[in-house]
């Protein structure tokens, strides 16, 4: 098991292999979401979506990718949102002094969705980076730093997200030992939708894999708890 560990560790850093991490998220105990992020050299993607289940409640989707250089300096940003009958689309262009900011506004009309608006901003760039990114960031940072600021750019506003690095915990998830350190944030973001972050969250980290086995995160519509259910790699297609 040691050595299958290894070898996932080692493919986040391959030009050939990615790493796969798929979650659900559980709402009290109904599996309302269901969550994939894909980890490659230079590039992070993600796909979330509600199961049937939470769709009788809110059916939404998220996807995107995030692209960034080997410094893990970010160097764009697309990201869909689908919210019962909204459609947002982010794209973010960083360069070492901007960012260049574009949103486009839908809204689900018959079975189409008809543009209803475009923002966009220049903003001075400080060393922010986008969500996906920022992730990567935090959880090599906390091998060194106890606490600290994420310099996070989303939905044209720049925020400083507080973390700090609680404890050492044993973990197991789906029959699958894991040390962890438990990490706290409190995000507060002032966006639009069901993705708003409210609260304090918790965040379990895989020492050895640098990855999330366990989240606890407050959103607009109520807080999830999400574990780990899938982990493999994969060979990156051409």
Same mark, same amino acid.
């Given at each position: ?15 050939s ?11 009290f ?6 969550d ?15 199961t ?13 990718y ?32 901007y ?5 486009e506004?839908? #809204?689900? !009309? ?6 209803? &608006?475009?923002? *966009?901003k +220049? @903003?001075?760039?400080k060393?922010? /980076? ?19 600021f ?7 506003r ?8 609680? #404890?050492? !915990? ?6 699958? &030992?894991h040390? *962890?350190? +438990? @990490?706290?944030?409190?995000?507060? /973001? ?8 409210t609260g ?13 086995v ?14 780990l !259910? ?7 297609r051409?």
């Open positions: 098991m040691k050595k299958v560990i290894f070898l996932l560790f080692l493919s986040i850093f391959s030009f292999y990615a790493l796969e991490t798929c979650y659900k998220g559980y709402y105990f109904l599996p309302l979401v269901e994939c992020i894909t980890y490659e050299k230079n590039k992070i993607s993600a796909y979330a979506h509600s049937p289940l939470g769709s009788l409640f809110k059916r939404v989707e998220y996807k995107g995030s692209i960034h250089k080997e410094n893990l300096k970010p160097e764009f940003f697309y990201f869909v949102q689908k919210e019962g009958n909204k459609k947002m689309i982010h794209k973010y262009r960083f360069s070492e002094d960012i260049f900011f574009e949103k506004i839908y #809204k689900l !009309e018959g079975n189409r969705y008809k543009f209803q &608006k475009k923002l *966009t +220049k @903003i001075k760039n060393d922010y /980076f986008d969500p996906f990114t920022a992730s990567i960031y935090l959880y090599n940072v906390i091998k060194r730093k106890k606490e600290g994420l310099n996070i750019f989303y939905d044209g720049r925020y400083k997200v507080p973390f700090k690095v609680l #404890k050492d !915990e044993n973990l197991e998830i789906n029959s699958e &030992k040390r *962890t350190k +438990k @990490i706290y944030l409190h995000p507060d /973001f002032k966006t639009k939708g069901l993705l708003k972050p304090n969250w918790y965040i379990w980290v895989d020492k050895k894999l640098d990855i999330p366990k989240l606890e995160l407050t959103f607009t519509i109520g807080s999830f708890k999400l574990l !259910e899938k982990l493999r790699e994969s060979s990156i051409n």
